[in-house]
């Protein structure tokens, strides 16, 4: 018997209608059918963020052989869930988040809605897969990441991935990649992270923004340092947030009486 064609089920946290989302389904769309869920506007800083207080609603935005494509109301990650529970017929073979506009390296690892769908993933025990490149632009250029893109889609495909790691893969924005690392994620830190404005009405108001600082630039093995320095990051990313390092020391403070 032939064997059916892999699903992939597709999200990100810039909307259904972003650049990025849409370049990605035209980049895999050949290597199975697809299935693209995601938030009916912009949803970045998302992170794991699922919807607990109010209903959603799909849409159904468009079809041709091979690709479905909704919007849902919600979250990144209620998008991949109700796409588990309501759109797709089998268990997908693949969950890619992105791609994003805007890289997801170091600590905004934390925040990303686009981490958020390849989390979810990775959680439901699916090969899960990011991708970002460093560029907010609304009309950012894909077409560099293809041929990276549909390497390791092609891959993760064939190969799987460990149980509880997903990829979390960053482009940078150059005239030619350096090569590729696979890398960790880099120490960083947020600052400066509220703009306080008043209204002319009387009251205060505040916007999020910040300014972001590299704790470790010499560092040659963290995906900041890969980026900056031309090279696609590629950071195999766990769930298990256990500090194994301390359990022995921890037990001999806590367990001891």
């Known amino acids: 018997m032939k064997n059916k064609r892999p699903l992939i089920l597709i999200s990100n946290d810039d909307g259904y209608r972003a650049r990025g989302i849409r370049c990605l389904v035209e980049?895999?769309?050949?290597?199975?059918?697809?299935?693209?869920?995601?938030p009916n506007s912009g949803r970045s800083g998302s992170s794991c963020a699922f919807t607990v207080t109010d209903s959603l609603?799909?849409?159904?935005?468009?079809?041709e052989p091979g690709v479905e494509v909704w919007s849902c109301t919600g979250t990144p990650v209620d998008c991949v869930k109700i796409a588990l529970a309501e759109l797709c017929p089998r268990k997908p073979d693949l969950v890619i988040g992105g791609i994003n506009h805007g890289?997801?390296?170091s600590v905004n690892t934390h925040y990303s809605g686009t981490m958020g769908v390849t989390m979810e993933g990775c959680m439901?025990?699916?090969p899960s897969i990011a991708f970002s490149v460093c560029d907010h632009r609304a009309e950012a250029d894909f077409e560099p990441l293809r041929p990276y893109v549909r390497e390791?889609?092609?891959r993760v495909l064939a190969e799987g991935l460990?149980?509880?790691?997903?990829?979390?893969?960053?482009?940078?924005?150059?005239?030619?990649?350096?090569?590729v690392r696979v890398c960790r994620m880099a120490f960083g830190t947020w600052g400066n992270e509220i703009d306080k404005r008043h209204h002319p009405r009387g009251h205060d108001y505040y916007w999020m923004v910040g300014e972001y600082t590299n704790d470790e630039?010499?560092?040659e093995d963290t995906d900041n340092w890969a980026l900056t320095h031309g090279y696609v990051a590629i950071t195999p990313t766990t769930m298990d947030v256990?500090?194994?390092?301390?359990?022995e020391e921890m037990k001999k403070k806590y367990e001891e009486r």
């Open 162 to 179: 460990p149980r509880g790691i997903c990829l979390n893969v960053n482009f940078p924005v150059v005239e030619k990649y350096a090569g």
């Open 152 to 154: 390791i889609v092609d």
């Open 57 to 63: 609603r799909l849409i159904k935005r468009g079809e």
């Open 217 to 219: 630039p010499e560092a």
């Open 242 to 247: 256990t500090a194994y390092e301390v359990i």
């Open 103 to 105: 890289d997801n390296a």
């Open 27 to 38: 980049m895999v769309k050949d290597f199975g059918d697809v299935i693209v869920c995601a």
């Open 124 to 126: 439901k025990y699916i």
